[in-house]
């Protein structure tokens, strides 16, 4: 609190000069505390805090690097490996019953009672024989081997060979796959930063058409109605920018999710370089397909499996044949005549003379099987040449529209600046820029919708015609 001394001979005039000079004294106090600096934070963190996590830098991506990672941490190429290994494990199931099979028992038997009789001496005494003994212990070894006469074994082990090759075939088509999708998330998200671009290029534009509007305005030369209107076309356009920065974000989630990574990874992608267009052929396209894509090879691999399973019902109807041998060691020998060591060889042969029509039945399903393979193997190959027909297409539109897109963006720019210019000039109205403006981003649009459409395209033609990885 200020005091301002009192005079008590001075007059009035005195009096004013000493209240003027106790104002101003307050008001330089006053003064100088607004413009004292505030004390510096604290350099040093309390101890015992954790600093600060720092955000990690975005990698950036080309398009064959996304395609790396992607095959190596998609799950659903761990599944289809699993699926292999399965199945190179049941080729090797089905050559085992072939193969020589040997085994080794051991028992020890104790009986409640031994057997006994009794044999007469020339003396006249009888003498006790026993039949055996009250413990026993054996040692025996089987060994067996199967004569395959009825191609039973041959035939089961082709079918799991050939089961083998269909689980390689499938995990080839998921890669392929696999690549598709990351190829279809990597333009998306091209496609959604060019549309960022658009949006951003519009807003800038319309907001550098605002700030002449408003000029003129001050000048006195459009009415107030002009501005608010501009005003609005900004306010819409950063509507739009606003929707295109989150469709980039949901674009680089899909992305991760499609290779397998966590959906928040920061990430950049590199942009697509010049887009080199190509005019594939159907006849020579459809004739690549059929040799390269997995599935028309899995179609005709199944097929050839039903008919190896036709061998397989039919051999249940023919004879077989194995061998064995079988040798026991006794370690403790009873009876009349022991021996410690005894073994013996066989030959079976068995031929089923009624099976009550049941080889007869199975021989027929797997004929039906074979049929049934036949019609999809066919129906795969016509899939495989309608996609590549599609994908052709595709192509020749997404390039027809591209070279149209470019020129129409030149023109719509053009079309913009003599807008504006005439517009500065009091030729034209603010309706005639933003309806230029507005034909310039709808062409911008069509220009990027173009370009990723056809790289998609390509994308879908290397699939479709098995060139994907």
Same mark, same amino acid.
């Given at each position: 609190?200020?005091?301002?001394?009192?005079?008590?001979?001075?007059? #009035?005039?005195r009096?004013?000069?000493?209240?003027?000079?106790?104002?101003?004294? #307050?008001?330089?106090?006053?003064?100088?505390?607004?413009?004292?600096?505030?004390?510096?934070?604290?350099?040093?963190?309390?101890?015992?805090?954790?600093?600060?996590?720092?955000?990690?830098?975005?990698?950036?991506?080309?398009?064959?690097?996304?395609?790396?990672?992607?095959?190596? +941490?998609?799950? @659903?190429?761990?599944?289809?490996?699993?699926?292999?290994?399965?199945?190179r494990?049941?080729?090797?199931e089905?050559?085992?019953?072939?193969?020589?099979?040997?085994?080794?028992?051991?028992?020890?038997?104790?009986?409640?009672?031994?057997?006994t009789?009794?044999?007469?001496?020339?003396?006249?005494?009888?003498?006790?024989?026993?039949?055996? &003994?009250?413990?026993?212990?054996?040692?025996?070894?089987?060994?067996?081997?199967?004569?395959?006469?009825?191609?039973?074994?041959?035939?089961?082990?082709?079918?799991?060979?050939?089961?083998?090759?269909?689980?390689?075939?499938?995990?080839?088509?998921?890669?392929?796959?696999?690549?598709?999708?990351?190829?279809?998330?990597?333009?998306?998200?091209?496609?959604?930063?060019?549309?960022?671009?658009?949006?951003?290029?519009?807003?800038?534009?319309?907001?550098? +058409?605002?700030?002449?509007?408003?000029?003129?305005?001050?000048?006195?030369?459009?009415a107030?109605?002009?501005?608010?209107r501009?005003?609005?076309q900004?306010?819409?356009?950063?509507?739009?920018?606003?929707?295109?920065?989150?469709?980039?974000?949901?674009?680089?989630?899909?992305?991760?999710?499609?290779?397998?990574?966590?959906?928040?990874?920061?990430?950049?992608? !590199?942009?697509? &370089?010049?887009v $080199?267009?190509? +005019?594939?052929?159907?006849? =020579?396209?459809?004739?690549?397909?059929?040799?390269?894509?997995?599935?028309?090879?899995?179609?005709a691999?199944?097929?050839?499996?039903?008919?190896?399973?036709?061998?397989?019902?039919h051999?249940?109807?023919?004879p077989?044949?194995?061998?064995?041998?079988?040798?026991?060691?006794?370690?403790?020998?009873?009876?009349?005549?022991?021996?410690?060591?005894?073994?013996?060889?066989?030959?079976?042969?068995?031929?089923?003379?009624?099976?009550?029509?049941?080889?007869?039945? !199975?021989?027929?399903?797997?004929?039906?099987?074979?049929?049934?393979?036949?019609?999809? $193997?066919?129906?795969?190959?016509?899939?495989?040449?309608?996609?590549?027909?599609?994908?052709?297409?595709?192509?020749? =539109?997404?390039?027809?529209?591209?070279?149209?897109?470019?020129?129409?963006?030149?023109?719509?720019?053009?079309?913009l600046?003599?807008?504006?210019? !005439?517009?500065?000039?009091?030729l034209?109205?603010?309706?005639?820029?933003?309806?230029?403006?507005?034909?310039?981003?709808? @062409? &911008?649009?069509?220009?990027?919708?173009? !370009?990723?459409?056809?790289?998609l395209?390509?994308?879908?033609?290397?699939?479709?015609?098995?060139?994907?990885?």
């Amino acid at each position: 609190m200020l005091l301002v001394p009192r005079v008590r001979s001075a007059g #009035c005039g005195r009096n004013r000069r000493w209240r003027a000079l106790a104002l101003a004294g #307050c008001l330089f106090a006053v003064g100088r505390a607004l413009s004292a600096k505030p004390a510096p934070p604290p350099t040093g963190a309390p101890r015992g805090a954790a600093p600060p996590a720092a955000t990690p830098a975005p990698r950036t991506l080309a398009l064959a690097e996304s395609v790396q990672v992607a095959l190596q +941490h998609s799950r @659903a190429i761990q599944i289809a490996e699993e699926r292999l290994q399965r199945a190179r494990a049941q080729v090797e199931e089905a050559k085992a019953p072939n193969r020589v099979q040997a085994s080794l028992n051991a028992n020890a038997t104790r009986i409640d009672k031994v057997s006994t009789f009794f044999v007469p001496l020339p003396d006249g005494t009888a003498q006790e024989i026993s039949l055996g &003994e009250l413990y026993s212990r054996n040692l025996q070894m089987s060994i067996t081997k199967p004569i395959d006469i009825s191609g039973a074994l041959r035939a089961t082990r082709n079918i799991a060979e050939l089961g083998a090759d269909s689980a390689r075939l499938d995990a080839d088509r998921t890669r392929d796959q696999t690549v598709l999708d990351v190829k279809n998330a990597y333009y998306g998200v091209l496609r959604a930063q060019a549309a960022l671009g658009v949006a951003q290029a519009t807003v800038a534009s319309l907001a550098e +058409h605002l700030r002449q509007v408003r000029l003129f305005f001050e000048q006195g030369v459009v009415a107030q109605f002009d501005v608010l209107r501009a005003e609005a076309q900004v306010a819409n356009a950063q509507q739009g920018e606003i929707a295109a920065r989150n469709g980039v974000a949901l674009a680089k989630a899909a992305l991760n999710n499609a290779m397998g990574i966590d959906v928040t990874t920061p990430l950049e992608v !590199r942009a697509a &370089e010049k887009v $080199e267009i190509i +005019h594939p052929a159907y006849r =020579e396209s459809v004739t690549t397909a059929y040799e390269q894509r997995p599935e028309v090879l899995q179609a005709a691999v199944t097929t050839e499996l039903a008919r190896r399973g036709v061998k397989l019902a039919h051999s249940s109807s023919l004879p077989t044949l194995g061998l064995g041998f079988n040798a026991t060691h006794a370690l403790d020998p009873a009876g009349l005549a022991p021996r410690k060591t005894q073994w013996s060889a066989s030959a079976v042969v068995s031929y089923p003379l009624l099976d009550g029509g049941l080889a007869r039945s !199975r021989t027929r399903q797997a004929e039906a099987d074979v049929d049934t393979a036949r019609v999809a $193997e066919e129906q795969t190959r016509e899939g495989v040449a309608l996609e590549v027909q599609q994908a052709i297409l595709s192509l020749g =539109e997404a390039a027809e529209r591209m070279d149209a897109a470019e020129k129409n963006v030149a023109q719509a720019a053009e079309a913009l600046r003599l807008a504006k210019l !005439r517009y500065r000039e009091g030729l034209s109205t603010a309706l005639d820029v933003t309806d230029a403006q507005a034909v310039l981003t709808q @062409a &911008e649009s069509n220009s990027v919708n173009a !370009r990723y459409d056809y790289l998609l395209g390509r994308a879908r033609y290397e699939r479709a015609t098995g060139q994907g990885q």
